[in-house]
Every structure is written in structure tokens, then in C-alpha cells.
């Protein structure tokens, strides 16, 4: 642990240092924690970003509070959708899920207008491009 301790101490990089406080944090020392939630007042938009991860990730407590109180009174702008879905566990999988749903039934749709078989491509393409463009702003913008 001390090993842990003298990266968030001495070293330079953030992200390293965000692991470090991640790995104490999983070990049970409260210092990792704290400097997680210190670490979302950072100007940096990764270190803030990754600090936010691994609060959800560890699913501590005080973390959890400090992460809703740090999205109320923030002075960096946060996605108004991350207050809501605060908790939630897979976003990615879910934008998958509702990519691939909704390209089928697009690709479906499509089949049946009367249309040769390039224009059904671009059609579909186009039609992809917007499913996905939603579920990216549905589903992943909110945890950023």
C-alpha cells in the first residue's frame, strides 16, 4: 500500500495516479477515494472523466454522494442525463443493444418500400448514421 500512497504523492501523471487511488480505494483505505473525489474538480476533462468511472466502478458510498453533489454544484459542464442514470452499470452494451435493434428494424422497413437495391444501401446508411447518433446521445453522453 505504501507503494500506492507514494505514486499519488510524487507522481506527475493524473491518470496514473488516478489508478493508484482506484487500487487503494479497492483496498480499503479512504485516501484513494478522497483523491478520486478530489480529482473531480481537475481541468483536465480525462482525469475528470476517469475520476467519475471509477467512482461508479468502486460503488463507495461517499464517493457516490460527493459525485451528486459535485454534478450539482460543478463548475465544469456535465450532461444534465448523468444525474439520472447516475447508477446505471452498462451504458455501452446498452447503445449496442438499441443500435442493433434499431438498424434491423430500419433495414426491415426499408426492404419493403420499392426501391433498387443501391438506393435501400444508402437509405439504410443514412437511416444507421441517425440510429446511432441517438443512441450515442441517449445512452454514452450522459456519462461524460
Given at each position: 500500500m505504501s507503494g500506492l500512497i507514494r505514486i499519488l504523492e510524487k507522481d506527475t501523471d493524473a491518470l496514473q495516479c488516478l489508478?493508484?487511488?482506484?487500487?487503494?480505494?479497492?483496498?480499503?483505505?479512504?485516501?484513494?477515494?478522497?483523491?478520486?473525489?478530489?480529482?473531480?474538480?481537475?481541468?483536465?476533462?480525462?482525469?475528470?472523466?476517469?475520476a467519475k468511472k471509477y467512482i461508479l466502478e468502486l460503488d463507495n458510498r461517499r464517493g457516490i454522494e460527493a459525485l451528486k453533489s459535485h454534478l450539482e454544484t460543478s463548475k465544469h459542464p456535465t450532461h444534465p442525463g448523468v444525474r439520472t442514470k447516475l447508477d446505471?452499470?452498462?451504458?455501452?452494451?446498452?447503445?449496442?443493444?438499441?443500435?442493433?435493434?434499431?438498424?434491423?428494424?430500419?433495414a426491415f422497413l426499408v426492404g419493403l418500400l420499392p426501391?433498387?437495391?443501391?438506393?435501400?444501401?444508402?437509405?439504410?446508411?443514412?437511416?444507421?448514421?441517425?440510429?446511432?447518433?441517438?443512441?450515442v446521445q441517449k445512452n454514452i453522453l450522459p456519462y461524460t
Open positions: 489508478d493508484a487511488a482506484k487500487a487503494l480505494a479497492q483496498l480499503g483505505d479512504e485516501r484513494g477515494v478522497d483523491y478520486l473525489i478530489a480529482a473531480l474538480d481537475v481541468p483536465d476533462i480525462d482525469v475528470r472523466l476517469t446505471a452499470k452498462y451504458p455501452f452494451l446498452t447503445a449496442y443493444v438499441g443500435f442493433f435493434a434499431l438498424s434491423i428494424l430500419a426501391l433498387p437495391t443501391f438506393l435501400r444501401y444508402i437509405v439504410i446508411t443514412v437511416i444507421a448514421f441517425y440510429v446511432f447518433k441517438y443512441v
